[in-house]
């Protein structure tokens, strides 16, 4: 079992820059894909960005690429999501997904999903 714990959102202007966390229990955490995932009101979930459990490999969405990062700390269990130059349109509850297999993640079929953590975005 994997628990995600995510933190971080926040209300900000745009351009602005926030960088979400992503809490994970369990010690086997270093060999899972982690991803990050949001959803707008009135919207379905999407894909945000994904990262290799060896950090060697990253998928970022099209809409995000070249403004968020992606990145892990296995020796904490933690899976972050640094946002630059956010938009309104970033606005949404972002949530936090485990796999052990990294195309399940960028595919939306992680094994385990967190709770969520809300990013709002003023123009």
């Known amino acids: 079992q994997v628990q995600l714990v995510e933190s971080g959102g926040g209300l900000v202007q745009a351009g602005a820059s926030l960088r979400l966390s992503c809490a994970a229990s369990?010690?086997?955490?270093?060999?899972?894909?982690m991803g990050w995932f949001r959803q707008a009101p009135g919207k379905e979930r999407e894909f945000v960005a994904a990262?290799?459990?060896?950090?060697?490999?990253?998928n970022y969405a099209d809409s995000v690429k070249g403004r968020f990062t992606i990145s892990r700390d296995n020796a904490k269990n933690t899976v972050y999501l640094q946002m630059n130059s956010l938009k309104p349109e970033d606005t949404a509850v972002y949530y936090c997904?485990?796999?052990?297999?990294?195309?399940?993640?960028?595919?939306?079929?992680?094994?385990?999903w967190g709770q969520g953590t809300q990013v709002t975005v003023s123009s």
């Open positions: 997904a485990a796999a052990k297999i990294f195309s399940a993640v960028v595919s939306g079929t992680p094994d385990y």
């Open positions: 369990g010690r086997t955490f270093s060999r899972y894909a």
């Open positions: 990262i290799s459990w060896t950090r060697l490999t990253t």
